[in-house]
Nanobody, 118 residues
Framework: VQLQAFGGGLVQAGGSLRLSCAASGRTWSIYSMGWFRQAPGKEREFVASVTWSSGSTSYADSVKGRFTISRDNAKNTVYLQMNSLKREDTATYYC????????????WGPGTLVTVSS
């Protein structure tokens, strides 16, 4: 599975951005797609995920109520709508996919940088 993320950029605190991640290749075997982020000097952390078939979602506590993950199965694309952005949301955001009958995210996109200014 190949992943390509789009939509990063510079935004002021309180603003919004929408990230997109398009999957190609073995898309029929996708179980879940997720967004992760890594801020400078910090470890990568989970942000949100969506189960491909049911649409069930999960969020990190730090983004609940502000971020929304969604997917378009027909386009093999997952979105992350980010509202009320804070400076601490500044990070490189990565999309990743977990395939069926696996237990971890194995395929990762190259990342897109989100910078939130004060």
């Amino acid at each position: 599975v190949q992943l390509q993320a789009f939509g990063g950029g510079l935004v002021q605190a309180g603003g919004s951005l929408r990230l997109s991640c398009a999957a190609s290749g073995r898309t029929w075997s996708i179980y879940s797609m997720g967004w992760f982020r890594q801020a400078p000097g910090k470890e990568r952390e989970f942000v949100a995920s969506v189960t491909w078939s049911s649409g069930s979602t999960s969020y990190a506590d730090s983004v609940k109520g502000r971020f929304t993950i969604s997917r378009d199965n027909a386009k093999n694309t997952v979105y992350l709508q980010m509202n009320s952005l804070k400076r601490e949301d500044t990070a490189t955001y990565y999309c990743a996919t977990q395939l069926v009958r696996t237990t971890r995210y194995e395929y990762w996109g190259p990342g897109t940088l989100v910078t939130v200014s004060s």
